[in-house]
């Protein structure tokens, strides 16, 4: 293994969730996270913190939509499918939050949610909307 490769190796074991745990992979089809590697990692770049795994719901795109932040619609110049409801994908924690506050906020995988999350939220907001 590459100095590099067991490097990022090492530092993505070291991810935590926002239970304290290893971060688990979002989702991988399709490919989410900042860095399109499955996970909600966040980073210096990563202006909008995606740092929420969230299970999306149709009340959630056509919301998100509404603000300016159309997910439901293709775009194959970014490589992106565009997302439908039951999809998994790291959201930005102030959108998330702002979903919240307007009661339309999706369900969210805990050990796939990032701790910088709760820089956004708190740990209680997130549970008792965790995806059951």
């Known amino acids: 293994m590459a100095a590099e490769d067991q490097a990022a190796t090492t530092e993505t074991a070291t991810v935590k969730n926002v239970l304290g ?4 992979t979002c ?3 399709p490919m989410t996270g900042f860095y399109r590697d499955g996970l909600c990692q966040t980073g210096p770049q990563d202006r909008g913190v995606h740092v929420v795994c969230a299970q999306l719901t149709e009340a959630f795109l056509r919301y998100t939509k509404a603000q300016g932040n159309d997910l439901s619609t293709p775009q194959p110049a970014y490589r992106f499918p565009g997302l439908k409801p039951g999809d998994r994908w790291c959201l930005c924690a ?3 939050k702002e979903a919240l506050d307007d009661g ?3 369900p969210v995988v805990l050990a796939a949610t990032h701790k910088a999350a709760l820089q956004y939220v708190s740990l209680e907001d997130l549970q008792a909307n965790a995806v059951q």
């Open 21 to 24: 745990t290893a971060l688990q």
């Open 27 to 29: 989702c991988t089809s």
């Open 94 to 96: 102030a959108r998330w």
């Open 104 to 106: 339309v906020a999706p």
